[in-house]
């Protein structure tokens, strides 16, 4: 009777309905404890969508643009399956995922694997520890992130409360930018010419444009609330290249975390988002609206000398009030923006970021490296290469545009670095020379040097486990001083320090905060200055460092790291899973 009942074709049907609840559904797998495994499944596969009238073909992850939502507590453990069913290569990066010795499932391509190609499958395995809050997945692979991302939400554990008023419900808003040209034939065009990149066409609010683009009132996010309740709002760029300004009108914003570390608790009526960030906030909102709908509004800060996108992105806060009739209340067009900064406001920009702080209490301390075993001086900026022979370039002076660290521009290998380190094979693949300071010192935010040129390869850093590091990252003025956000994969960074100018490594380190600065994962480089950071090295593998304008690091603003392996069994890094994808 029992194998009867196991051959059962209706058991059969269940079992395998199941199964695949479990990949499709992960909500399915949420039990009411701390550290259980969520499974997903990412199917990259074309889709036709259609913005500011115009439909185009783009990657999409299971036809969702922004794509779904990973939901998970601290402590559990992930598996996301990404299935590429597309002819572009695709990886995927969880964007500040510490990988605490899962450093195969950092994702960012030719750094810690080679790209899925296309009927390729890989699993993503990592577990989150001690985080929680907001991050977000995009892919790391050419430009393909305009379109491939979505929001990451780590609750925290069971029974343990927010350190802020509960919200009565969370939201999450990711900025992007649109384009109607294909981005992978943008950056193409860009690359072969030398010329700076042509610019999006719009950008977006959870994928929507909104009613200041053109035929696009209808394709508008509007979040809808009720009088006097607290709304936490999870703010993500995900724009490919431009930090922004964000407002909600006649409403004050309470920042609480920051790239999933909570902060102290500040308000602000207008808030600055750099490419990479998170933020959550609280919106509380009116007990008494005079008005049933207020516009939220975007739009870029730019510090750069190049062409840009200067538009502005709208959404709608939309009360829900009986007594109040739609017909009582104006229409979107004569609802008045509310006030943002300059699109050159880096006073704004420097006086908020300096307004984030770590809780540094009991329950969250601050663990900032109070001594340092390593010291790093990062030059950071644009410069050139020359233009081949027999070609025309338009970049500065007949050349082609470039970026680099400490004049060095990075080279992309075509192998993966953490697989040729773990293996012992980095001959002919990468060396170990790079400079911890710049090779020839000058002005860095004076007059520019004559010779503008960069060098070109792929040179890393080495570190050996649990040093700890103070890296100062210096903008430079040679075709132009320009802010850039810093995004290092592996880690989180306390940013102790920050200021206009060329560091003065004797005067400026005396003013270091080394009680409660904040804790990030992506910092601003401040246009014509500098920004100190520490960090432990307690995390073993391949760790990529770049600008997260994807226009920078095309050009070669990207570094890697390589922290050696510890001692003990729990600090080495693991073994390739079998099913890492194959160059």
């Keep these: 009777m029992a194998a009867s009942h196991l051959s059962s074709p209706v058991l059969v049907g269940a079992f395998v309905l199941l199964i695949n609840c479990l990949w499709l559904f992960p909500e399915v797998t949420i039990a009411k404890h701390a550290g259980i495994t969520r499974h997903y499944k990412f199917n990259v596969r074309l889709q036709n969508v259609t913005r500011l009238c115009q439909t185009k073909t783009i990657l999409t992850v299971n036809g969702k643009f922004p794509g779904p939502r990973i939901i998970a507590r601290e402590g559990d453990r992930v598996l996301v399956k990404v299935v590429n069913h597309v002819s572009n290569n695709v990886s995927i990066h969880w964007h500040g995922i510490r990988q605490l010795q899962s450093g195969w499932a950092d994702g960012p391509a030719y750094i810690t694997q080679c790209p899925i190609q296309t009927g390729q499958t890989y699993v993503y395995n990592f577990t989150i520890v001690g985080q929680r809050g907001t991050l977000f997945w995009h892919a790391h692979i050419s430009w393909l992130r305009a379109t491939l991302y979505g929001p990451i939400f780590i609750l925290p554990k069971h029974n343990v409360p927010y350190p ?23 950056i193409n065009q860009a690359l072969q010419t030398g010329a700076g990149p042509n610019v999006s066409d719009a950008y977006t609010i959870n994928g929507l444009p909104g009613p200041l683009y053109n035929c696009s009132a209808n394709e508008t996010f509007k979040l809808k609330v009720k009088p006097g309740k607290t709304y936490l709002l999870r703010l993500i760029n995900a724009a490919l290249n431009e930090e922004l300004f964000f407002t909600v009108a006649n409403h004050t914003l309470t920042i609480v975390e920051a790239d999933a570390v909570y902060t102290k608790p500040f308000q602000t009526d207008i808030l600055l988002i750099a490419p990479g960030q998170t933020t959550n906030v609280l919106l509380k909102t009116k007990a008494h609206p005079t008005n049933a709908i207020f516009l939220m509004a975007a739009r870029p800060y730019i510090t750069g000398q190049g062409t840009f996108d200067n538009s502005t992105v709208a959404g709608i806060l939309e009360y829900e009030i009986p007594s109040v009739s739609s017909s009582s209340n104006p229409s979107i067009k004569n609802l008045t923006l509310p006030t943002l900064p300059p699109i050159t406001g ?36 644009l410069g050139s290469n020359p233009c081949q022979k027999n070609q025309t370039c338009q970049g500065p002076n007949g050349t082609k545009f470039a970026a680099s660290v400490n004049n060095i521009s990075f080279v992309l290998p075509t192998t993966a670095l953490l697989q040729t380190h773990f293996f012992g094979q980095s001959n002919g693949v990468y060396t170990t020379d790079f400079p911890s300071f710049p090779v020839v010192a000058f002005n860095y935010t004076g007059t520019p040097p004559n010779n503008t040129m960069v060098a070109n390869g792929t040179k890393v850093v080495v570190l050996p486990f649990n040093t700890t590091v103070e890296l100062v990252l210096q903008d430079t003025s040679i075709l132009s001083a320009e802010s850039h956000p810093l995004h290092l994969h592996g880690y989180n960074f306390f940013v102790v320090g920050q200021g206009f100018g060329n560091f003065d490594s004797k005067k400026d380190p005396t003013r270091f905060n080394l009680v409660d600065p904040v804790e990030r994962n992506t910092v601003g480089v401040p246009s014509g200055g500098w920004v100190a950071i520490r960090f432990r090295a307690d995390n073993p593998g391949v760790w990529f460092m770049h600008c997260h304008f994807e226009v920078h690091m095309s050009w070669g603003l990207k570094i890697a790291w390589i922290v050696m392996d510890g001692k003990l069994p729990n600090q080495k890094l693991p073994p390739p899973p079998s099913d890492l994808p194959k160059c």
């Design 346 to 381: 880096t006073s704004f920009a420097a006086n908020f970021s300096s307004k984030f702080r770590s809780l540094a209490n009991a329950q969250y301390p601050a663990n900032v490296p109070q001594t340092v075993q390593k010291h790093f001086f990062f030059t950071v900026g």
């Design 164 to 186: 802020f008023a509960k919200p009565n419900k969370e939201v999450p808003i990711i900025f992007g930018e649109w384009w109607n040209a294909n981005t992978e034939a943008v």
